[in-house]
């Protein structure tokens, strides 16, 4: 699924809500980059996603930052 990419950044800051269908979306991209040894990450949710993401606890087990500088960071450092 991943096409030989491992690191995937979802920006959502146009993104105004969010439904079953994409959550579903997020964890089969989460899935698909884990089992690889990839990196997936959310980038810049505004707070209806990010409480729909912490309601069904995927704020749990996908990293968010607010920018993608920050999840860059992040990925250079592993």
Do not use: Q
Request: no cysteine.
């Amino acid at each position: 699924m991943n096409n030989g990419y491992n690191k995937i950044f979802l920006v959502l800051s146009d993104v105004e809500s969010i439904d079953s269908f994409s959550l579903g979306v997020i964890v089969n991209i989460l899935k698909s980059i884990s089992s690889s040894g990839g990196f997936f990450a959310l980038i810049s949710p505004n707070e209806k996603v990010e409480r729909v993401l912490s309601l069904t606890n995927l704020d749990r087990i996908v990293k968010i930052y607010d920018t993608i500088s920050e999840a860059m960071e992040e990925v250079r450092r592993k």
